[in-house]
């Protein structure tokens, strides 16, 4: 094994990773080191070391709150082109556990960070293109090794990947990540999720393209449909809405701020439903859609707002945020309505948005029940040791 430089934690500072939390935070080190004095560069591989020597594991160096993520907490592990393949693989053993991809889906989360224990990097599936994230310089780094070992997965069938990110890196001049394929070229851009169809936009669109973490619910909102009038908030491709449709409903309104979103949701929908009458789309301000509205026009309402809290420092007015726009939405819903809220927010926790939603219910005054809490799907899986991972909250609520 080459040696690599060492950082040492403050007496007391190894506890966290004692426990496998794969973050080592800046304070908790004896010293920052600098590429000057110390000759480490962001996205370095390191050592971490226990104040007293022990070395706990290897992970990527950067420069910001979060110095170190761990890769592996084996002092003697390795962590080279090979590794990246071991872990890639695991990442796979766990989707064909969960039957990903199938005859009926092939829209997934491959690689998702802490929670397949590859801190920094994220990697969705469509069809035979992988859209891969990048969050940390070291996985920067890494990219052309892991670009190489996805396309020997033996059955995710990966042929392209495309390289996106541009905006989801430390903004550090000399990284220049340039959103582009990086093994193979464009092979078309339609994938299912339960046996229904999506264009996914990945060289424009938001994130990777589709928010795949949204599966399972969208599941749940087809069932719960039928015979309903259904307004899908915030509807970004339109999978709820697309679901909605295939579920029953009477009618359908898909709301975007953004013209761009209409357009793909409306794609998806004709795509789907050729010929659809019954699905309107606007292209609006979704507090404006919700006050203009008639009351009673839904009786099932989906707000699937994008993060109201990118960091702690906005967690206040997340919650006030999450308050007012469930407030609206039990203001207006029908008799017998259903509301599907959620909130992406890593930091709001799941009590935190619950309360907001239960004091929007409050100042409603209605009678308000949950009928279900949920979550992210088992392939967004949640690292014990990285309760942060746990971002996605939702809850099914029945309006009297
Ligand atoms: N529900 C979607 C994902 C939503 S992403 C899905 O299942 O795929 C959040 C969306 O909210 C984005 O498309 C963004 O354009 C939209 N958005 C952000 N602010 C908005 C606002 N004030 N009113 C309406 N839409 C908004």
Known sequence: MTTLPILRLKRGKEDSLDRFHPWVFSGALTRMPDAEHDGIEEGDLVQVAASDGRIIGTGHFQIGSIAVRMLTFD?????DADFFGRRLADAAALRHTLRLPSET??????????????PGLVVDVYGATAVMQAHSPGMHFARHAIAEALTKLPDAGIKSVYYKSETTLPYKA?????????????????????GLQFRVDWLKGQKTGF??????????????????SVLNMFCYTGGFSVYALAGG??????????????SLTDANVELNFPGCD??????????????????GEHDLIILDPPAFAKHRS?????LQGYRRLNAKAFEKI???????TFSCSQAVSKEQFRLAVFSAAAQSRRRVRILHQLTQPADHPINIYHPEGEYLKGLVLYVE
């Open 75 to 79: 002092a003697t592990e390795t962590v």
């Open 278 to 295: 019954i699905h309107k789309s606007f292209a609006v301000d979704a507090f404006k859609y919700l006050d203009s509205m008639e009351s």
């Open 334 to 340: 029908a008799h017998g309505g259903i509301l599907f």
């Open 314 to 318: 906005a967690l206040h007015n997340a």
């Open 249 to 262: 409903a009477r009618s359908v309104v898909s709301v975007d701020s953004s013209a761009k979103a209409i």
């Open 174 to 194: 000399h990284l220049d990540p340039q959103n582009d394929y990086i093994v193979g070229s464009y092979i078309g851009d339609t994938a299912l999720e339960n």
């Open 105 to 118: 889906t092939t829209a997934y989360r491959l690689v998702h960070g802490e929670g397949d224990f590859l």
């Open 211 to 228: 928010f795949v973490d949204q599966r399972d619910n969208r599941d749940l909102v087809g069932r719960y449909s039928a015979g309903r």
